[in-house]
């Protein structure tokens, strides 16, 4: 997942939970109240507000090793934190989607229904195109752009 963090002076700075170390993941974890990794990693992509500051707690660390969470804010958090996630995040979404789907035969269904937020979610929204036509569904992300 890509974290975006809007700096005071406008820049965005993009941070990416798959360049954070066990240590830091961990860390994320215990500052969460001992939450595992997986449901993190939810809770960022519902934007939930103190996921994505653990997260970026977490790379601050790495600056400020004595950096604790509790003294660490970031005011206006609506505007200025978001989570999007990735290509491969995507393709892993639609794979688990057809494996579920594949035996209802409802798959193109399922899959129109979770396309548009799967946008929403997306850093590029063209990569849930190209993770469609990777799929052999290409046509479900013309019929929906039509």
């Known amino acids: 997942m890509i974290l975006s963090y809007t700096q005071d002076d406008g820049t965005v700075e993009k941070l990416s939970t798959d360049d954070l170390s066990a ?11 001992d939450m595992q990794w997986q449901r993190v990693e939810a809770l960022l992509q519902l934007q939930e507000p103190t996921a994505m500051l653990a997260a970026l707690w977490a790379f601050r660390r790495r600056d400020d090793p ?7 804010d970031v005011p206006g958090f609506k505007r200025r934190l978001t989570v999007r996630i990735t290509r491969a995040e995507i393709e892993d979404s639609l794979n ?3 494996m579920q789907a594949i035996s209802s035969k409802s798959e193109d269904t399922q899959i129109d229904m979770v396309t548009p937020h799967l946008r929403n979610l997306a850093a590029d929204p063209a990569d849930v195109d190209a993770a469609l036509e990777g799929l052999g569904k290409g046509h479900l992300a013309h019929r929906l752009q039509d």
């Open 66 to 72: 004595d950096l604790k969470f509790d003294d660490f």
């Open 23 to 33: 240590r830091e993941a961990a860390a994320i974890e215990e500052a969460m109240g």
């Open 96 to 98: 688990n989607l057809m």
